[in-house]
Nanobody, 120 residues
């Protein structure tokens, strides 16, 4: 599975962005997906995850109620809708495939990352 993340950019606090992660490979519809982020000088941290069917989702407490993960298996794409953005959401966001957990080591494949910058 190859992953291509996009949709990052510069946004003011309180604004919104939608990240996309396009996947190649016929196994996308049967694979769990997740989003992680890494701020400068910090370790990669879990943001959200979604099961292969889209029925179950999981969120980090820091984004719960503001971010929504979803997927379109027909388009081989997983999304991260980010609302009410805060400066502390500034990070490079990565999509991962193959896991449904908050542990990055559980994911088998990673995209290249997309930068989100939230100004105050």
């Amino acid at each position: 599975v190859q992953l291509q993340a996009s949709g990052g950019g510069l946004v003011q606090a309180g604004g919104s962005l939608r990240l996309s992660c396009a996947a190649s490979g016929r196994t996308f519809s049967s694979i769990n997906m997740g989003w992680f982020r890494q701020a400068p000088g910090k370790e990669r941290e879990f943001v959200a995850a979604i099961t292969w069917s889209g029925v179950s989702t999981s969120y980090a407490d820091s984004v719960k109620g503001r971010f929504t993960i979803s997927r379109d298996n027909a388009e081989n794409t997983v999304y991260l809708q980010m609302n009410s953005l805060k400066p502390e959401d500034t990070a490079v966001y990565y999509c991962g495939a193959g896991g449904y957990s908050s542990t990055s080591q559980d994911y088998l494949y990673w995209g290249q990352g997309t930068l989100v910058t939230v100004s105050s």
